[in-house]
């Protein structure tokens, strides 16, 4: 076991030093929790030994895939071996191009409030997205539940199981699909770290024979690859936690702004001993996923983001900053372009436009929360007229997020009503960072019983879910 030493200035002070730090294909564990990010604030310092590396951020399209479309696919092996097929749960995943709307509905329908002329203009951008296919033709699209909104697929698993995930890059910029809290080896943990010059440098000074990016490091384009990430103990809850734990899994080639263009998804995790046949935990109803993040149109690199519009749609990021950088021909400061830009979003929606966060009266609702962004995403997730129990430890009504954080808080609706559910940073809630959840009355139509509806990442209707489908004893609505 290795000690991390991880400490944090109490003389900076502020969100704008708020820190996390990520373990790649490594749980870490602190008063008995299993995490593979630890949030603190202020300065940050981690030993990890004597070398110093200064690195340098590579635009994505400067990066050189490894894996390119002339070589198939290629992946498939988990530290050399063939996964048990019969332990195996086979997704097919492709990032596109889309138009995302944040606002789609044009308004604020829940609080009445006048979004910023600036949010008005330009609600409606060019994204890239996750999607999930039945099969590896890719040419039938999984259906996903409205609240997800611009999340991924939703992956899911009980431990001890397999996620074999066929990944195919249909953009023009090199991408992949980094996961948090599962085990994998070098080649699927779908990370760039910089170029192979930065890597023979470090490895000729510290005189290792460290390696250099895994084979699905970086997918060019209509590139495919075969991640497979290990659902072991140490991905799953402990005892003490709630039955299924929620992980974050995203694009990781050129830094953050991959997760700003909309690559970012979640994969629930549940402890076989409390799981359905299914793999849903058995001690829960619903599920909902809430993440929490500001999305900054103004400071995406515009080039790459430029390479999404090949498509067609949307509003063109070049346009859309030097519309905002000379709004009345009066030239924005950096600051004040940032701010112009900025997205507070639940789920990718704004001022009340995220559907579907619906349940019934009485029943055991589990929510997913999930925190991504820069310094200013410092979140605290408020619901009105409900409680929830923050990781099975402690009862609240709100719950406190920061960039790379991962929380399960389960609730009792027991109070029926439409209920505001925003971030109670005022800034943020004042921008948009609210939605609306509605608890139907025992007696009364309301939220479908199907499993499909229910529970995240459910497979869609066929005959080899029959089973799956009767074992909740939920009947449809």
């Known amino acids: 076991m290795g000690l991390w ?20 294909s490594n749980t870490s564990g602190l008063g008995g929790r299993a995490l593979s990010a630890l949030r603190m604030f202020g300065l940050l310092t981690v030993l990890l030994g004597a070398l110093e590396v200064r690195g340098q951020t590579l635009p994505a399209y400067d990066i050189k895939p490894t894996v390119t479309a002339s070589m198939g696919e290629v992946g498939g092996k988990y530290f050399g071996q063939t996964p048990d097929p019969a332990r195996i749960r086979h997704y097919y995943i492709a990032a596109e191009p889309v138009q995302w709307d944040f606002m789609p509905i044009g308004s604020d329908p829940v609080c009445g409030m006048t979004p910023l002329p600036d949010v008005v203009a330009w609600h409606m951008v060019r994204k890239a997205r996750y999607f999930q296919y039945t099969d590896a033709t890719f040419t039938q699209r999984v259906p996903q539940p409205p609240r997800l909104g611009i999340l991924g697929p939703v992956l899911r698993g009980v431990v001890g199981e397999y996620l074999e995930i066929t990944f195919l890059n249909r953009t023009a910029l090199p991408l992949s699909m980094h996961p948090h809290g599962v085990k994998y080896d070098k080649d699927s943990e779908g990370s760039y770290h910089g170029n192979n010059n930065q ?44 039955s299924s734990k929620g992980w974050l899994y995203h694009s990781h080639v050129a830094g953050e702004g991959e997760i700003n263009l909309g690559l970012a998804g979640c994969i629930i995790v549940t402890d076989s001993k409390r799981a359905r046949p299914d793999g849903t935990p058995n001690d829960v109803d619903r599920e909902m996923p809430a993440l929490f993040m500001i999305f900054n149109e103004s400071q995406t690199d515009p080039e790459a983001k430029e390479r999404l519009e090949a498509a067609g749609g949307g509003q063109s990021i070049s346009n859309l900053i030097s519309s905002m950088a000379t709004p009345g021909g009066k030239k924005l400061s950096a600051a004040e372009l940032k701010e112009e830009g900025e997205r507070h979003a639940i789920n990718g929606f704004i001022y009340g436009n995220l559907p579907g966060l619906e349940m019934n009266e009485g029943e055991r609702v589990r929510w997913y929360l999930f925190g991504l962004g820069s310094e200013s995403d410092l979140h605290t997730p408020h619901w009105h007229g409900l409680r929830v129990l923050d990781e099975g430890v402690r009862r609240t009504d709100t719950v406190e997020l920061l960039p790379g954080s991962m929380k399960v808080a389960d609730m009792v609706s027991d109070n ?62």
């Open 199 to 242: 890597l023979k440098l470090l490895q000729s000074r510290a005189n290792d024979d460290r390696p250099t990016q895994g084979l699905g490091a970086a997918i060019g384009p209509n590139g495919r690859f075969d991640y497979v990430w290990y659902l072991d103990e140490e991905s799953g809850p402990l005892p003490s936690e709630p």
């Open 416 to 477: 029926p009503g439409h209920w505001l559910f925003h971030c109670h940073v005022d800034e943020h809630m004042n921008n948009g960072m609210f939605a609306l959840v509605t608890v139907y009355p025992k007696g009364k139509p309301g939220a479908s019983l199907l499993p499909a509806n229910a529970f995240l990442g459910f497979p869609p209707p066929s005959a080899t879910n029959i089973q799956a489908k009767a074992s909740h004893g939920a009947p449809a609505n």
């Open 5 to 24: 030493r991880l400490t944090s200035s109490p003389l900076m002070q502020s969100t704008k030093t708020q820190v996390s730090a990520h373990f790649h």
